[in-house]
């Protein structure tokens, strides 16, 4: 593998470094820039999207959606705005090049590569005479140009479309510089693929760390992959501690805990789909999925691609949660006080067994408090203490002192 193309590998996730690797590379094929580089499901869409790459040349601006929404990306430039948007607007009546790439391209067929160039060969002198390249190509100092197209169907804007020009009119691109560009295209666009997703990964979680960091409670927020993206200083702490062997991997992703644990890879299923939910952990942790509005309301864009987890430790944070619950829904001291015990781990036959009480008293209970907090299921009521918390971090905190007023009293 060539330095250069190496080098760009390198730079992937690196957006400084990008612009500069991917010159270098054209630098490497004997060209002066890179014409253009572009992500599109295909030749049809390159066409229709071309006048508005032109018209906005900075390829940061095309790199905010992930290639799963199906648009285009522009993940590199070299030419002009004005002879951009001049060619947007003529090359498919006038660019003999497009048609002899274009007829390359469907000869290709699925994951296959084609590259053609314009370089006075024998058998391309013809495209040197046209008036194309006399009152395009000339007037913005290009000279021979190289164009390649790669099928990838795996991704719906993963077909790479990307040339490189000569500034000067000479020999052209030799056919050892085209033989290369031609094996070397598998991995440039692998390398635009993973450039795009990576930067656009970053766009859509912008601001997200801050913003978890500010929270009371812990909180991780995993990739739809499950890979983690960020786990905030409390969730780190809290993995830490001793006892607590289970969060330090859940740290390391999913995959390396869903299998085990089937509670969990139910609950990141449930997450992808928006939906609220919990499982517990060894140590006294409850692990709480956020339903699309609560993420919503705390700033998270669920555009963002990933799922919210909140860490809810029970000896701490079950007094608050529940009087948060028992001040929102107004409910009973007697139905406050159950709240507080399944929030704490506790069944209903503990809670009636603690009471001294029948067992049919304490559901009827439950019944009235899932009916007064419009849940369904006790993981639902403890979900929505852990949500309240977020939501209202400093009511959550007057909560718990209250609580522990409560608590205290003779």
Known sequence: MHHALTELLGT??????????????????????????VLASGPEQLA?????????????YWLHTPSAEGAPALVGRGVTAEATLRYAAL?????PLWDAAMAGYAQAGPGGISVVTDAPAPAARRFRQTAFYNDFLRPHDIGTRMFGGGWNARHPGGHLFASVY??????????????????EFGALQHAAFLHREMLSLRTRTQGLEALMERLPMGMLFFGTGGRLLHANARARHLAASPGHGSLRKLLTGIANVRQADAALGALFTQSLHGESGCAEL??????????????????????????????????????????????????????????????????????????????????????????????????DLVALGARLMLLAPGQAADGAVAAGARTTAP
């Open 282 to 379: 060894p140590g006294g942790l409850l692990l709480v999925s956020l339903a699309v509005g609560d993420l919503a309301a705390l700033g998270l864009n669920h555009a963002a691609p990933g799922v919210a987890w909140v860490l809810m430790e029970r000896t701490l944070d079950a007094a608050a949660a529940a009087a948060l619950v028992c001040q929102a829904y107004r409910l009973s001291p007697a139905e406050g006080a159950l709240l507080l015990a399944l929030m704490r781990g506790q069944t209903p036959q503990d809670f009636a067994d603690a009471r001294g009480v029948r067992i049919r008293t304490v559901r009827t209970q439950m019944s009235t408090l899932l009916l007064k907090t419009r849940t369904q299921r006790q993981q």
């Open 12 to 37: 992937v996730a690196d957006e400084a470094r990008w612009g500069e690797a991917l010159h270098g590379y054209a630098t490497s094929l004997g060209a002066d820039q890179i014409g253009w580089f």
């Open 91 to 95: 090359y498919r009546e006038q660019d």
């Open 166 to 183: 000569r500034l000067r009119d000479d020999e052209g691109f030799t056919a050892e510089q085209a033989r290369r560009f031609h094996a």
């Open 48 to 60: 229709q999207w071309g006048p508005r790459f032109a018209e906005h040349p900075d390829p940061g």
